[in-house]
C-alpha cells in the first residue's frame, strides 16, 4: 500500500471516529440546561453574582446597536471569556467568581478535553471536579470506555498520533441554579454548542465536521474556583437549540463566545 494511500485510509478513519461520536456523544450527554440574562457584567469583589433567568414573556436584552431588526446571537453583543491565569493537570484554572467566570471555566474545560482519551481525561476531571460530587468521576471516565469500544478501539487507552481532534465553542447559555444551602449565584449550568473537527495526516482538515452540538456543565463556587458537580442535576432544564441567526434563540439566552486577545 502507497503512503498515500495509508494516509488516505487513516483520514477517512478520522472521520469515521468524529462520525460514530456524534450519536455516542448524544445519547451520552444529553442533558437540561438554562438561559442567561446578566452574563455581561463581571462581578469585582470576588464572590459570584446571580444570572438571572428571563420568563419566555419577558423583554428581549438589546443588541449592539440601535435597530428595529429582531435581534440574534449573531448580530447581539458577544462574551468576551476571561482569561485563565494557570494550566494544572490538563485543565485552564483561575477563573474569576462571576458568570462570565463559570461561562469562561466550562468552555475552556471542554475545549481542552480529553473527551477519547480516559487516563488524560480522568487527571482534567479528577482537578476540575466538586468534592461533593460523588461518582462524578467515574461516570464521566466510563462514558470515554463505552464510547471507544464502540468505535472498536480498546476501552482504555488514546488515539493514533496522526489524529488529532479540535473543539471550539462558538456560544453558551447559562444562569444560576436555585441550589439549596448556597448563596445565590454560587451554581451555574451552562450549555455550550460547539463545533469539532478532525485533522489527519500532514495536516488534512476534516471534510465533514460535527457542527453545532451541544452539552451542558453544572459548576459551582468552591474554594475559589469553579467546581463541575453532579449535585444538583435535577434542577436541570433544556434549552431552545442554538442558532446564530434564531431570535429565539437570542431571547432564550443563547449569546456568542469570545476568546480574550
Known amino acids: 500500500m502507497s503512503v498515500d494511500s495509508s494516509n488516505g485510509l487513516k483520514a ?3 472521520r469515521l471516529i468524529l462520525a460514530v461520536v456524534v450519536i455516542a456523544v448524544a445519547a451520552l450527554l444529553v442533558a437540561g440546561g438554562f438561559t442567561a ?3 455581561m457584567q463581571d462581578d469585582t469583589k470576588g464572590q459570584p453574582q446571580a444570572a438571572a433567568s428571563p420568563s419566555a414573556d419577558a423583554p428581549a436584552r438589546k443588541g449592539s446597536g440601535a435597530t428595529n431588526e429582531p435581534v440574534t446571537p449573531e448580530k447581539g453583543k458577544k462574551i468576551t471569556l476571561s482569561v485563565p491565569t494557570g494550566q494544572k493537570d490538563g485543565v485552564s484554572t483561575g477563573f474569576p467568581a462571576s458568570p462570565v467566570g463559570g461561562i469562561s471555566a466550562v468552555v475552556y474545560f471542554w475545549e481542552e478535553y480529553a473527551w477519547l482519551d480516559d ?4 487527571q482534567q476531571l479528577t482537578a476540575v471536579a ?3 460530587a460523588t461518582g462524578y468521576v467515574d461516570k464521566r471516565v466510563s462514558e470515554i470506555r463505552r464510547m471507544r469500544e464502540a468505535l472498536g478501539l480498546p476501552p482504555s487507552g488514546g488515539i493514533s498520533a496522526d489524529i488529532t481532534f479540535t473543539t471550539a465553542v462558538n456560544a453558551a447559555r447559562a444562569t444560576t441554579v436555585a441550589a439549596p444551602g448556597l448563596p445565590i449565584g454560587h451554581v451555574m449550568q451552562v450549555w455550550v454548542s460547539y463545533d469539532r473537527f478532525a485533522t489527519g495526516p500532514k495536516g488534512g482538515r476534516d471534510e465533514d465536521p460535527l ?3 451541544m452539552v451542558d456543565f453544572i459548576v459551582k463556587w468552591q474554594d475559589g474556583a469553579w467546581k463541575f458537580t453532579n449535585e444538583f442535576d435535577s434542577l436541570r432544564s433544556f434549552p431552545v437549540a442554538y442558532e446564530p441567526t434564531s431570535r429565539f434563540a437570542w431571547n432564550d ?3 456568542q463566545v469570545r476568546h480574550a486577545g
Open 130 to 132: 466538586s468534592k461533593d
Open 37 to 39: 440574562a446578566t452574563l
Open 253 to 255: 439566552g443563547w449569546v
Open 12 to 14: 477517512r478513519r478520522a
Open 211 to 213: 457542527r453545532g452540538d
Open 119 to 122: 487516563e488524560k481525561a480522568h
